[in-house]
Nanobody, 126 residues
Framework: QVQLVESGGGLVQAGDSLRLSCAPS????????KGWFRQAPGKEREFVAA????????YYADSVKGRFTISRDNAKDTVYLQMNSLKPEDTAVYYC???????????????????WGQGTQVTVSS
């Protein structure tokens, strides 16, 4: 079964940093667009960031722009989300996603991603 596996979540204080990682278990996704989403309790899942397969194009939600950085290492088939200056409102389950066709931008925000991870919890205390 195709699977993406996230890691790096945890409990931190406001202002701290965390780096999430996502790697596949099974098939390779090195040429796929990759993204991060999050879902807070009682809220719908929302787009966070996306990166093109070469890593040359990135796109961010306004709420994380300037604080979060998405990057990828295709040799390791891994996508990262560096989260700095974390706020309590960043508390959520973070999911990575991969898709062969969606491009970073509006399509990534609104589109249906083909592959998803199981999520990793990020909790930011005030």
């Amino acid at each position: 079964q195709v699977q993406l596996v996230e890691s790096g979540g945890g409990l931190v204080q406001a202002g701290d940093s965390l780096r999430l990682s996502c790697a596949p278990s099974g098939r390779a996704f090195s040429v796929y667009t990759k993204g991060w989403f999050r879902q807070a309790p009682g809220k719908e899942r929302e787009f966070v960031a996306a990166i093109s397969w070469r890593g040359s194009i990135t796109y961010y939600a306004d709420s994380v722009k300037g604080r979060f950085t998405i990057s990828r290492d295709n040799a390791k088939d891994t996508v990262y989300l560096q989260m700095n200056s974390l706020k309590p409102e960043d508390t959520a389950v973070y999911y990575c996603a991969a898709d062969p066709f969606l491009a970073p931008g509006g399509a990534a925000v609104r589109g249906i991603w083909k592959y998803w991870g199981q999520g990793t919890q990020v909790t930011v205390s005030s």
